[in-house]
């Protein structure tokens, strides 16, 4: 289901065909138990002495350095909502959910509204050969929107609990 490539010749093992800053980190969606043990900035695991953040606790940094860099950026908005708290509580399929939310709060409010005509605008992506190139954030984000959803597959009650 969704997008994929189909290589025309054969690729060595260890080769690099991809890579992607994302977005906004979300760490361990399927495995809420071991959030705490890595960074959440840089994504590495703590090896010992952690560093929380200063405000919700909920989240860890392997340097100070990281965690400023974190507090300074996107975690400002998911602290405030106590987005790594709540994730710690929910229930094991609602990553979904979390990994969206992370993506909207990873921006200010006036991101999204200074925006808005352009990210809902969807681009016609089915007839391209080839990805168009992501030259900076806005652009990655544009992919996003513009992502497959099979929303005509997902059933009501399915919604629902979403």
Request: with cysteine; aromatic share 10%; charged share 25%.
């Amino acid at each position: 289901q969704g997008r994929f490539c189909v290589a025309q010749k054969t690729i060595p093992t260890g080769t690099v065909i991809f890579q992607d800053e994302g977005i906004t980190p979300f760490l361990n969606p399927d495995d809420k138990e071991t959030q705490s043990d890595f960074c959440l900035f840089c994504m590495k695991p703590i090896e010992n002495n952690p560093f929380p953040c200063y405000t919700c606790n909920s989240v860890v940094y392997c340097s100070p350095k990281c965690r400023v860099q974190s507090e300074e950026s996107f975690h400002k908005y998911t602290c405030t909502i106590g987005i790594s708290r709540i994730r710690k509580l929910d229930r094991k399929d609602w990553f979904k959910i979390f990994s969206s939310l992370n993506v909207i709060l990873s921006k200010p409010v006036s991101y999204w509204i200074q925006n808005k005509e352009e990210l809902l605008k969807q681009n016609n992506t089915d007839s391209c050969d080839e990805p168009t190139c992501v030259e900076n954030e806005k652009d990655r984000i544009q992919h996003l929107f513009n992502m497959v959803t099979h929303e005509e597959e997902i059933s009501q009650s399915t919604r629902a609990k979403h």
